[in-house]
């Protein structure tokens, strides 16, 4: 298949997508509003850190098939993908679709696909992109044919995962459902599966809030644990033997850009029948506030200082925006602990506090709070932690550290209960 594609929205989606179809020959217009990125791209250099993209995007820019630009073309597929953040009150704002579907409208013609693969609540395609074009004159599913196919890949294995996954593509009519998945079956390896606009939606949005449901479980689990005076991870480990359960782990919360935000998506459309979505939501957001508050037990109530480990949403990563660590270093700053952070991942100018050495951060510690699972983090320096902190003891939220030595008091989810006794020991 060749042709022309216009990509709009160059980022963590736009981009490789842009990158894997100027690869297998098509020629590609990608449209972002930031003059600096299409500067960027048209040099050949990526604004983003993606195993792969650099050398991808260097190349089919060399080769003429892929420019950057801040205005769309005409072309025969449209693909958009841009963020659709959400609002304080967590509903979708669906402005960056609006605008982008607008201003591809000068440049379609008949016989185009039109593909949405941002993120967006249930009927949306229906209800808000199809009127849109519609209203300038096309009939979307006759004239020009309308999808939706939401993307599913993990950052640092975006290339593989686009081609390796299978893909959804939900039409607004049969016949769109079928031109849009032969757009993606000229690329991708897994299964292309054809369906209707609002089930590609909707099933989307349930693989993340099923995975939110679930740790939310598992976090419900942690505190009926400290409760009752179970050790929740061992109940995990062994209900999980069973052949068809898998509970999921409890943590400091959940965080990332869209388990802790694609089920306000359903909850904003259905708000009276999405019950079990909606408090699955408040019981992962109580998190930080229960770490916090079993911090202050191990503590005796005494504002000492805390050494956190890892601020990121989660292990081995450096994003720390929307992570659960970075609502505990508030709430712990609003109750004026001393505090001190080491990642290895985070960079010093992506957070509003120094961060330290590993060494810098334990000196005189009274817990080290440890946020994210770093594989770094595994084995911590015991020599160092008996050494440098005042009282040598750690809480892992994420169960991801082995700790060898006696002398050091390890929390964790399975004894949290037992905060008062071993404490009690140490004296
Ligand atoms: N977490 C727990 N307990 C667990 C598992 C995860 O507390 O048992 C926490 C993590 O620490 C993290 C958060 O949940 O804070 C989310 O992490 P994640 O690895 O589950 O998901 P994301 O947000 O990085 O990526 C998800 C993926 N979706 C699913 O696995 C269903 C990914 O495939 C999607 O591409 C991505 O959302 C997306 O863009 O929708």
Do not use: W
Request: with cysteine; aromatic share 8%; glycine share 6%.
């Amino acid at each position: 298949m060749s042709g022309t594609v216009c990509v709009v929205g160059l980022g963590y989606i736009g981009l490789p997508t842009s990158a894997v179809f100027a690869n297998i020959g098509f020629d590609v217009i990608g449209v972002d509003v930031s003059r600096r990125i299409v500067d960027t791209l048209n040099n050949g250099d990526i604004h983003i850190e993606e195993d792969g993209l650099g050398e991808l995007v260097k190349e089919v820019v060399k080769k003429g098939r892929f420019k950057a630009s801040l205005k769309p073309q005409k072309a025969d597929i449209f693909i958009i993908a841009v963020p659709t953040p959400h609002r304080e009150d967590n509903t979708a704002n669906l402005d960056y679709v609006v605008s982008a579907t607008k201003s591809i409208l000068p440049y379609i013609k008949q016989d185009d696909v039109i593909i949405i693969e941002s993120t967006i609540p249930p009927r949306t395609v229906d209800d808000v992109v199809a009127p849109i074009l519609n209203e300038a004159g096309f009939k979307a599913g006759e004239d020009i044919y309308l999808a939706h196919c939401p993307e599913r890949v993990l950052p640092g294995r975006i290339l593989i995962e686009l081609v390796e996954n299978n893909r959804i593509v939900g039409g607004i009519n049969k016949v769109s459902a079928k031109k849009a998945a032969d757009v993606y079956r000229t690329f991708v390896n897994g299964q292309v599966i054809e369906t209707t606009a609002v089930t590609a939606e909707m099933s989307k949005l349930m693989e993340n809030t099923y995975r939110d449901v679930n740790i939310a479980l598992a976090n419900e689990l942690a505190k009926i644990s400290d409760k009752l005076g179970v050790n929740a991870l061992d109940v995990i480990e062994l209900a999980n033997l069973h052949p068809r359960v898998n509970l999921h782990l409890p943590g400091p919360g959940v965080g990332g850009h869209c388990l802790a935000v694609d089920p306000y998506f359903i909850v904003e459309k259905a708000p009276e029948q999405a019950v079990l979505i909606a408090e699955a939501r408040n019981i992962n957001n109580s998190m930080p506030q229960f770490v916090v508050d079993k911090l202050a037990e191990v503590l005796e109530n005494k504002k000492s200082k805390v050494a956190i480990l890892g601020l990121t949403y989660k292990g081995n990563i450096d994003d720390v925006r929307e992570s659960p660590a970075m609502n505990i270093v508030r709430l712990l700053q609003d109750e004026e602990y001393e505090l001190s952070f080491y990642d290895p991942y985070v960079r010093q100018e992506q957070v509003f506090f120094p961060l330290s050495t590993f060494e810098e951060a334990i000196k005189d510690s009274e817990c080290i709070l440890v946020l994210a699972d770093h594989k770094q983090f595994k084995e911590l320096d015991e020599e160092k932690i008996l050494d440098y902190a005042k009282r040598p003891t750690i809480f892992d939220t994420r169960n991801c550290i082995n700790v060898k030595s006696k002398e050091i008091i390890y929390y964790n989810f399975n004894n949290l209960y037992e905060i008062k006794k071993l404490q009690d020991a140490l004296i």
